[in-house]
């Protein structure tokens, strides 16, 4: 028999809960990646699907490489790492920004139309360059991992290209937004093969998650 099973790619971190919320609907459980039990590989009895629980920042290796059928990725992640896999949906949860900041200060006296060269500190390293260069800008782009927030302070860059949701630790650390980048939700991407081998049920995944999310969008 041909091995219809899915594996999916779950992400820690805050969309951790409504990816389990939304395959909860269709019928999956992977409730047990809410446990608190370190376990990061379990299977919904049910389905025989299997679910993986990775960083967030490691779903779209997994469904590019077909480790993972499925998996829900941040659209920033997508765009970053243009990894080859299919966007199929817009799950609606996971709403934030990607936004360029700098200190308070800065902005009192700053004007975007005047920049010529900036150095940027951010974990988006790509979609900061592509930004910059469709504006006619030279940007030194520096690679940092987290706490992004600190290199204005500290001086390693005047500017930050980072992810804001409530905005608080933009303004815990005396930065203020310059411009939106991009806004970013939560997709669901699958592996090309897959899409191939396994079509009608992911298919059928695909179109129950859309009537889910049309009938009652996932909250975060
Ligand atoms: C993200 C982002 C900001 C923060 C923004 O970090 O990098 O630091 O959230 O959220 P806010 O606007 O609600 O304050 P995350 O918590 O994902 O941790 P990370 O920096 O380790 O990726």
Redesign the pocket.
């Known amino acids: 028999m041909k091995n219809n099973r899915l594996t999916v790619a779950i992400p820690k971190?805050?969309n951790l809960r409504p990816t389990v919320e939304l395959f909860r609907r269709i019928g999956i459980d992977f409730s047990s990646a809410l446990e608190e039990n370190r376990k990061l590989i379990f299977k919904d009895e049910k389905t025989g699907a299997s679910g993986i629980i990775v960083r967030?920042t490691d779903i779209p290796a997994y469904v590019e490489g077909g480790a993972a059928d499925m998996g829900v990725s941040g659209k920033d992640q997508i765009e970053e790492q243009e990894k080859q896999l299919y966007e199929m949906l817009d799950l609606g949860f996971g709403y934030?920004r990607l936004v360029l900041a700098e200190p308070k200060a800065l902005k009192e006296n700053d004007d975007p139309s005047r920049w010529t060269h900036i150095r940027v500190a951010t974990?988006f390293t790509n979609l900061t360059a592509k930004y910059f260069l469709s504006r006619g800008i030279h940007a030194e782009v520096i690679k940092l991992?987290?706490?992004?927030?600190i290199a204005p302070i500290v001086g390693l860059s005047e500017r930050i290209v980072?992810?804001?949701?409530?905005?608080?630790?933009?303004?815990?650390n005396g930065l203020v937004e310059v411009e939106t980048i991009m806004e970013v939700t939560a997709r669901l991407v699958v592996n090309r093969a897959s899409l191939k081998t396994k079509r009608e049920r992911i298919g059928g995944v695909v179109r129950r998650m859309e009537e889910e999310i049309r009938k009652n969008p996932i909250k975060d």
């Not at 980072?162 to 815990?172: E, F, P």
């Open positions: 971190g805050r967030d934030c974990k991992y987290g706490s992004i927030e980072d992810l804001v949701s409530t905005g608080n630790t933009l303004k815990a």
